[in-house]
């Protein structure tokens, strides 16, 4: 049964980082505007999102034996609050730097943080885009 949950948590995080990225996609800035108060609270909730879903797909697969996080060179983990901790702290290191090398991936955890840092680096040309892009076409 824990394991099925933990497959339902790893299915949601990637539809919630499909969502927002789509979400971010389809954003169009207010006409006449070229900055909005509505694009940044978008750009920072879809980084919330991708956060939080990489976060539980890191935890998820801990929690299902994968060992895909080490903390100098043990697994992380122990407590589920300690657990939650490091999964979320190197979610969002890995998503907006390259991170400290404090918390390192290893095995399936290193092309996921690969893909996530990635996602980290295209976010922000992706909100100028669109709102370049959608500004071009009301003019």
């Not at 980082?17 to 879809?46: A, C, H």
């Not at 092309?111 to 295209?122: D, F, T």
């Amino acid at each position: 049964m824990g394991q099925v949950i933990v497959v339902v948590v790893i299915i949601m995080a990637i539809i919630g980082v499909l969502m927002s990225m789509l979400l971010l996609l389809k954003n169009e800035p207010i006409r006449g505007k070229k900055v909005s108060l509505r694009n940044f609270v978008v750009l920072i909730l879809v980084y919330l999102t991708m956060i939080l879903a990489f976060g539980c797909l890191y935890m998820a697969l801990e929690m299902l034996g994968w060992s895909v996080l080490t903390e100098d060179k043990r697994k992380v983990g122990g407590s589920v609050l300690h657990l939650i901790e490091d999964t979320l702290y190197f979610s969002a290191v890995t998503l907006l730097s390259v991170g400290y090398g404090d918390i390192t991936p290893l095995g399936i955890g290193r092309p996921i943080a690969m893909m996530q840092a990635l996602i980290g680096y295209v976010l922000p040309a992706a909100f100028v885009v669109t709102t370049v892009i959608y500004d071009r076409r009301t003019q």
